[in-house]
């Protein structure tokens, strides 16, 4: 776009043909120039591979499916600009999209992530995301899902930027880690935000950065038996990795009593044995997971998390009460 760019737009496409050409038409429209773009394909089937070489449109093409974890990998080790800007190709965003992200993230050096207001694509009354948020119980959830999108516009720090429509610092990847290839997909924004706040970082939700989510659009629907097992395992890896033993003995109750109710949640919705399956295989590989090392230093930061995992509880029941409020488990 242009040649001082700031930021480089990734996009991980997996099949998504039908997608790619209205995001990159919203794209076109940004009032912010100060981006690039660059397409990671996941060793598509469709055509996607040829439509965008046919169009000349800057694109890694993978040779198999490495989930969203690699494919953003891929493209943040490839980009050179001081920011990059994760989006879903199930997306739309506003022209002042990229500009208001830009103007949020350049406020401190201190803030890692930025987390944008994502609007239901066929719905435009409701929310999509607000910022995720997790608790003190293991769940990892949607800010205002399903509540009107006419709310949530003031500015706010999150627990963790939603990766389907967020702008990150590249230069902290250096230092904390990028996206765990383990995780594949599903909650791995979480991860690498958790680990970032160790470390001292902040993760901002910001308001008037809008863009339009349809969800699920890689996958296909909210729920089956491949993410809700994945997602389970992931959550087990979440805990394992980014709290250090004294925490979790202090949160083991609390955890186990998430997985209890959890479990009765998808038995409600016939997914029990996936979810039981994918709990037993993170706790028989959680092992093999890179656990962040535990640093005096980061002590006040690891006293901050714990009381945002309590304070992740009291929002959550807040906003059940409010509205039918789902678990999440991460639309692709």
Same mark, same amino acid.
């Given at each position: 776009?242009?040649?001082?760019?700031?930021?480089?737009?990734?996009?991980? /496409?997996?099949?998504?043909?039908?997608?790619?050409?209205?995001?990159?038409? +919203?794209?076109?429209?940004? @009032?912010?120039?100060?981006?690039?773009?660059?397409?990671?394909?996941?060793?598509?089937?469709?055509?996607?591979?040829?439509?965008?070489?046919?169009?000349?449109?800057?694109?890694?093409? *993978?040779?198999?499916?490495?989930?969203?974890?690699?494919?953003?990998?891929?493209?943040?080790? %490839? +980009?050179?600009?001081?920011?990059?800007?994760?989006?879903?190709?199930?997306?739309?965003?506003?022209?002042?999209?990229?500009?208001?992200?830009?103007?949020?993230?350049?406020?401190?050096?201190?803030?890692?992530?930025?987390?944008?207001?994502?609007? %239901?694509?066929?719905?435009?009354?409701?929310?999509?995301? +607000?910022?995720?948020?997790?608790?003190?119980?293991?769940?990892?959830?949607?800010?205002?899902?399903?509540?009107?999108?006419?709310?949530?516009?003031?500015? !706010? %720090?999150?627990?963790?930027?939603?990766?389907?429509?967020?702008?990150?610092?590249?230069?902290?990847?250096?230092?904390?880690?990028?996206?765990?290839?383990?995780?594949?997909?599903? $909650?791995?924004?979480?991860?690498?935000?958790?680990?970032?706040?160790?470390?001292?970082?902040?993760? $901002?939700?910001?308001?008037?950065?809008?863009?339009?989510?349809?969800?699920?659009?890689?996958?296909?629907?909210?729920?089956?038996?491949?993410?809700?097992?994945?997602?389970?395992?992931?959550?087990?890896?979440?805990?394992?990795?980014?709290?250090?033993?004294?925490?979790?003995? *202090?949160?083991?109750?609390?955890?186990?009593?998430?997985?209890?109710?959890?479990?009765?949640?998808?038995?409600?919705?016939?997914?029990?044995?996936?979810? +039981?399956?994918?709990?037993?295989?993170?706790?028989?590989?959680?092992?093999? !997971?890179?656990?962040?090392?535990?640093?005096?230093?980061?002590?006040?930061?690891? *006293?901050?998390? %714990?009381?945002?995992?309590?304070?992740?509880?009291?929002?959550?029941?807040?906003?059940?009460?409010?509205?039918?409020?789902? @678990?999440?488990?991460? /639309?692709?």
């Amino acid at each position: 776009m242009t040649g001082q760019a700031a930021v480089t737009v990734i996009i991980p /496409n997996y099949n998504g043909r039908a997608f790619l050409e209205p995001c990159l038409e +919203a794209l076109g429209r940004q @009032i912010c120039r100060e981006f690039e773009i660059l397409v990671v394909d996941n060793g598509s089937t469709d055509d996607s591979v040829g439509w965008l070489k046919e169009r000349g449109i800057p694109a890694i093409c *993978l040779k198999e499916n490495t989930g969203f974890s690699g494919a953003v990998n891929v493209g943040i080790l %490839q +980009a050179k600009t001081p920011y990059v800007l994760l989006l879903n190709n199930d997306t739309e965003p506003e022209p002042e999209f990229v500009g208001e992200l830009l103007r949020s993230i350049r406020r401190s050096k201190k803030i890692f992530a930025v987390s944008s207001k994502m609007i %239901q694509f066929y719905n435009r009354d409701l929310m999509d995301d +607000a910022g995720d948020m997790y608790s003190v119980v293991g769940w990892a959830y949607q800010r205002g899902v399903g509540q009107s999108s006419a709310g949530y516009n003031r500015p !706010c %720090q999150v627990f963790s930027a939603c990766a389907g429509a967020a702008i990150y610092r590249r230069k902290v990847f250096e230092t904390i880690g990028y996206f765990d290839e383990k995780h594949f997909c599903y $909650l791995e924004d979480i991860d690498v935000c958790w680990r970032a706040k160790i470390f001292g970082y902040h993760n $901002l939700y910001c308001p008037t950065a809008v863009v339009y989510h349809v969800g699920s659009g890689t996958s296909g629907s909210k729920y089956n038996e491949f993410k809700v097992k994945l997602a389970a395992r992931n959550n087990i890896y979440l805990n394992y990795k980014n709290m250090p033993w004294p925490q979790l003995g *202090l949160n083991a109750l609390f955890l186990a009593a998430g997985i209890g109710v959890k479990y009765g949640f998808f038995k409600g919705i016939g997914f029990e044995k996936a979810y +039981a399956e994918g709990v037993k295989e993170g706790f028989a590989t959680m092992r093999s !997971c890179q656990k962040v090392t535990f640093n005096r230093k980061h002590l006040t930061n690891y *006293l901050a998390i %714990q009381w945002e995992l309590l304070a992740g509880m009291a929002v959550y029941i807040w906003e059940f009460s409010r509205r039918k409020f789902l @678990i999440k488990d991460r /639309n692709a």
